[in-house]
């Protein structure tokens, strides 16, 4: 079964950025289901996905425009330090996490002021060129219930 829209495929990965630093190792843990077409992960990896079988172990090298977008000089923002959860922690540099309307959302810290914190809110991979090393590990239908939740379950179990 060759990986299309509408199925679930369980992959394992490698991510490297330009400079051939790992930044995250997943080969060799448990695979991560995906519901094939459904934008589940980033759009080139999605698209790069598509015809590949079990047993395949591929490079993908992922431009910014598909991947994280890119980096935006607007997206720095002075906050005040109420906003994050333990703002005596926050150091430049390190990343954390801000609840806002959409959700939880990934910032890097900045520069940490008395009251306030600037903070950049561009995906800590933005304007990042991603070469990924991917292992397909399983490929399956999806249950219909997964295909109007529009993601995969995992074991395929229809209650999360
Ligand atoms: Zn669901």
Same mark, same amino acid.
């Given at each position: 079964m060759n990986v299309a829209k509408n199925k679930v495929v369980l992959l394992t990965y490698q991510l490297s950025n330009d400079d051939g630093?790992?930044?995250?190792?997943?080969?060799?843990?448990d695979p991560i289901a995906l519901l094939h077409?459904?934008?589940?992960?980033i759009r080139g990896l999605e698209q790069a996905l598509t015809g590949h079988q079990v047993g395949d172990e591929f490079d993908v090298v992922v431009e910014p425009l598909d991947g994280y977008g890119p980096r935006r000089d607007d997206q720095v923002r002075r906050l005040s330090k109420?906003?994050? +959860?333990? /703002?005596?922690r926050l150091k430049p540099g390190m990343q954390t996490t801000l609840q806002t309307d959409d959700g939880q959302r990934t910032v890097t810290v900045l520069k940490v002021g008395g009251k306030v914190v600037d903070v950049d809110? +561009?995906? /800590?991979?933005?304007g990042e060129r991603l070469h990924f090393r991917v292992r397909i590990a399983e490929v399956r239908d999806a249950t219909p219930a997964e295909l109007s939740h529009g993601h995969a379950h995992a074991d395929g179990h229809d209650h999360h």
């Open positions: 630093e790992i930044l995250e190792d997943m080969l060799e843990e077409g459904h934008g589940n992960v109420k906003y994050f +959860n333990q /703002p005596k809110l +561009n995906h /800590p991979l933005a």
